[in-house]
């Protein structure tokens, strides 16, 4: 987007009362700043542009969104608040571990990765896609998705990320997402063959900040690659957050996924894996805790295309106050995916009368010679381990806290790490991560 189009678009946002109204007009907007694009990516950006005004926002009577709470787009934008110019400090899971940090705000590139090895290539997508403009054409097909449409049509900036074959990648590569402002961001990542690589993201703002990130990543697994990608989601409480993640897996990769979510007043993590290699393995987990008026929504779509395949799906949430928590979860497997295995599991606690969680998992098999399972379950702290905790001195708010961050501990355990960070570090910094959050969610029910 030139300097023009953003002028036009900060314009019609001071206008407009509504985030679903501005976004809307940015898609107008933006239309006279794709005439200094590339042919490619300015038919990719008009054509998305076109299934966004054509589709626009879901509703309720749209399958995939009953239960996700979309008013918040609809509601009066408030006044824009002013934050400090420096980032805030960056905690969580990821903030002491060794790496390679590519810093954004509010979508775009501020720090770059430096001293990269050979055949590691870390840079802004907006400058790749001017370098090649072929790129364009591996980025995901939006026509699925209303909001990825949206992230489409404005596309602007983000990281492009790719490993050569036959590159073992010896520290993690950490993405990190400043953010006080809306901001559509877009990740290309790929894995030549033989490649292996471990890659963190951090999504965080300041308290108070109201804003809304639409964020999506294409990840591609060449042949026999491996990737280890965990996130970290920790918005502000006022923001939304939709992040919509389409991996692409060809024979013998190995995907090793774990989201945590904590921040964001509404939320969406949106998976879509095509598994068209044989012998390919994908794991996908997460944890949620959420507090307070919190909508947090996951949905994961498995494609498996290929035989021998296996992918294994848990995801845990705590949920307290007058939180919704959203788990919609299909596994399909094709024809000639013969000799699949397949799991999914999904457990809510909940902590209080008022919390609710809405969970939907579906397996449609259309092979013979398959091994796939599923099960969902919602339920309440177990008063009687509760009781004896109590009774060996441990304060109330302690024994939930323990009691819960073991329930989510499962979650974590599956965790397998890379070559560039053990299982057990990684583990260990996400649990942390859980029961410091959990000990405030317990300290705040309790007061």
Excluded at 53 to 60: C, D, L, N
Excluded at 133 to 152: I, M
Aim: one cysteine or more.
């Amino acid at each position: 987007m030139n300097w023009t189009a953003k002028v036009m678009v900060k314009q019609s946002m001071a206008e407009i009362a509504t985030l679903e109204h501005a976004l809307l007009d940015m898609v107008k907007a933006q239309e006279a700043g794709l005439t200094s694009l590339s042919p490619r990516l300015r038919a990719l950006r008009r054509n998305a542009a076109q299934h966004f005004s054509e589709k626009g926002f879901p509703a309720r009577q749209d399958e995939a969104w009953r239960w996700t709470d979309l008013s918040l787009l609809r509601e009066p934008s408030p006044a824009a608040v002013k934050f400090p110019a420096e980032p805030a400090k960056m905690d969580g899971p990821f903030a002491g571990l060794d790496a390679w940090r590519m810093f954004f705000v509010n979508g775009e590139l501020q720090t770059s990765a430096s001293d990269l090895p050979p055949g590691v290539c870390a840079q802004s997508l907006r400058t790749a896609l001017q370098q090649d403009e072929s790129l364009a054409d591996q980025l995901g097909d939006c026509a699925g998705s209303p909001f990825l449409a949206l992230n489409t049509a404005l596309l602007n900036d983000g990281a492009y990320i790719r490993i050569a074959a036959d590159i073992q990648v010896a520290k993690p590569l950490h993405l990190v997402f400043f953010n006080t402002a809306n901001a559509q961001i877009r990740n290309l990542i790929v894995l030549e063959p033989r490649a292996s690589a471990t890659l963190l993201e951090t999504h965080y703002g300041p308290a108070g900040a109201d804003y809304f990130v639409n964020s999506a990543s294409d990840v591609q697994l060449g042949p026999r690659a491996r990737l280890a990608h965990y996130r970290d989601q920790a918005e502000s409480r006022n923001a939304l957050h939709f992040y919509f993640l389409n991996i692409r897996q060809d024979a013998q990769t190995h995907y090793d996924g774990f989201t945590l979510t904590c921040g964001a007043r509404l939320s969406r993590l949106e998976t879509h894996v095509e598994i068209a290699g044989s012998d390919a393995q994908c794991n996908l987990n997460g944890v949620s805790i959420l507090n307070g008026s919190q909508n947090g929504d996951i949905t994961c779509v498995m494609n498996h295309l290929a035989p021998a395949s296996n992918s294994r799906q848990m995801f845990r949430s705590v949920l307290d106050g007058k939180t919704r928590g959203i788990f919609q979860g299909l596994i399909r497997v094709a024809k000639p995916a013969q000799r699949t295995d397949a799991t999914q599991q999904i457990k809510a606690m909940l902590l209080s009368p008022h919390a609710v969680q809405n969970s939907k998992p579906e397996l449609e098999i259309f092979a013979d010679d398959v091994k796939c399972a599923h099960g969902a379950s919602v339920g309440q702290l177990d008063e009687a381990a509760l009781f004896y905790l109590r009774a060996r001195g441990i304060e109330a708010a302690q024994a939930r806290a323990l009691l819960t961050g073991a329930f989510l501990g499962d979650a974590v355990a599956q965790i397998q790490g890379g070559e560039a960070l053990p299982a057990a570090q990684i583990q260990q910094n996400i649990q942390a991560a859980i029961d410091a959050r959990l000990a405030q969610v317990m300290v705040t029910e309790n007061v």
